[in-house]
Structures are given as structure tokens and as C-alpha cells.
T-cell receptor
Framework: AQSVAQPEDQVNVAEGNPLTVKCTYS??????LFWYVQYPNRGLQFLLK??????LVKGSYGFEAEFNKSQTSFHLKKPSALVSDSALYFC?????????????FGKGTMLLVSP | DTGVSQNPRHKITKRGQNVTFRCDPI?????LYWYRQTLGQGPEFLTY????????KSRLLSDRFSAERPKGSFSTLEIQRTEQGDSAMYLC????????????FGQGTRLTVV
């Protein structure tokens, strides 16, 4: 079965500093990987995805993520954090053993950006 | 608004009552998903439709839960004989058939069972 781990419950960063939110996955075969963001009392908003090709993918709001197959990781990054980036971030995976149908999510990481 | 729409946004019910939630997906999407999210957890998969066919159900979906998508458009999720443990945010998402496309989520229905 596929699974996603987000090892940090919370990440704190000062505005203007780079941020990294970590994600590792466990699947059989080649995964499709996604990052979503959730603001309070809202649904999830798609940020970016890795399907194939270039290991560095760019997404919305200046976020990017790097796929590392050997480390089974897909860490989310941003060169310069904004206070408005403070939110709950989820990593998710689709795997071939589910026919790439269902999304399996990590527990989420709360990002807090201080002014 | 052409996004995923869920109704109601909030529902408070007494234990033992039945509740039904509705999801209207993005019109051209033929895949529809239901997830449940509790505080401090990521969304947990409940069930998935492709058009009107329910193709996958999680073990989380007990026999008190039933989902339908009768014409391959909107979907309903019914919970019978609600329990306090059913209190959660219920999220609906839709996507196109292609597996490499992202799912778009609605704002969710927050259920509180008292």
C-alpha cells in the first residue's frame, strides 16, 4: 500500500527566509506526487505536481518541489517566505497499484511564517 | 463559480440521526472522490466514482455510509445512525479521467454530531 510521511508537524520560518517542507513517500512503482495547501476552514488548493521528467517542478505562488527517487522524497520549497504563506501543507501520492486513481495524503505540516 | 461545490457547509445533528451531503463536481470531470478529514490529520480516502460507477471504497466506509452518483454528475454521501466519531470535515474532489491530472477540492462539509 502507498503511504506518505511528513515528518514535521510544524515548520517555523521568518519572512524573507527560504522554507522547506519535507515529504517522503512509499509506493511500488513510479509515483505521481502532489502538494496541496489548506487555509483555515477551507478546502485544499492544488500547488504543484510531479508526474515525470524534470525533477524540479514549479507551481503556484512561487513554490517549487524537488523529486528525488533515490531518497523517495518530494520536498516543497520556496526561496523567500511570505507571512501569507502560513497555512497547512499536504503532500499526496497516486500510485500504480491503485491504478493511479486514489490520492493518499500525509498528515500535513503547519507552516508558520513570522514577520 | 465553476469549482467543486459542497452543501451544506456545516451540519449539526443529534446522534442517531441520518445526514446527507451533496457534491457538485466541475462539470467536465468524470472522477469524483469523497474524503474525510479530522483535526490534525490529512484527508482520508472514503470512496471514488468514475462517472456513475463506484469503483473503490475504503475500509473506513462502514455499512452506515453510502455514496451515490446517479447520473455521473453530482454525488451524495449519506451517513445513517450518526455517531460522535463521525464528526469531521467531509471533502469532495473531482478530476478528469487522466491519472496525471490534479484533483480539485470543494470547501467541505463540517459535520458535528452531538
Amino acid at each position: 500500500a502507498q503511504s506518505v510521511a511528513q515528518p514535521e508537524d510544524q515548520v517555523n520560518v521568518a519572512e524573507g527566509n527560504p522554507l522547506t517542507v519535507k515529504c517522503t513517500y512509499s509506493v511500488s512503482g513510479n509515483p505521481y506526487l502532489f502538494w496541496y495547501v489548506q487555509y483555515p476552514n477551507r478546502g485544499l488548493q492544488f500547488l504543484l505536481k510531479y508526474i515525470t521528467g524534470d525533477n524540479l517542478v514549479k507551481g503556484s505562488y512561487g513554490f517549487e518541489a524537488e523529486f528525488n527517487k533515490s531518497q523517495t522524497s518530494f520536498h516543497l520549497k520556496k526561496p523567500s517566505a511570505l507571512v501569507s504563506d502560513s497555512a497547512l501543507y499536504f503532500c499526496a501520492v497516486r500510485a500504480p497499484n491503485s491504478g493511479y486513481s486514489t490520492l493518499t495524503f500525509g498528515k500535513g505540516t503547519m507552516l508558520l511564517v513570522s514577520p | 463559480d465553476t469549482g467543486v461545490s459542497q452543501n451544506p457547509r456545516h451540519k449539526i445533528t443529534k446522534r442517531g440521526q441520518n445526514v446527507t451531503f451533496r457534491c457538485d463536481p466541475i462539470s467536465e470531470h468524470n472522477r469524483l472522490y469523497w474524503y474525510r478529514q479530522t483535526l490534525g490529520q490529512g484527508p482520508e480516502f472514503l470512496t471514488y466514482f468514475q462517472n456513475e460507477a463506484q469503483l473503490e471504497k475504503s475500509r473506513l466506509l462502514s455499512d452506515r455510509f453510502s455514496a451515490e452518483r446517479p447520473k455521473g454528475s453530482f454525488s451524495t454521501l449519506e451517513i445513517q445512525r450518526t455517531e460522535q466519531g463521525d464528526s469531521a470535515m467531509y471533502l469532495c474532489a473531482s478530476s478528469s479521467r487522466a491519472a496525471n491530472t490534479e484533483a480539485f477540492f470543494g470547501q467541505g462539509t463540517r459535520l458535528t454530531v452531538v
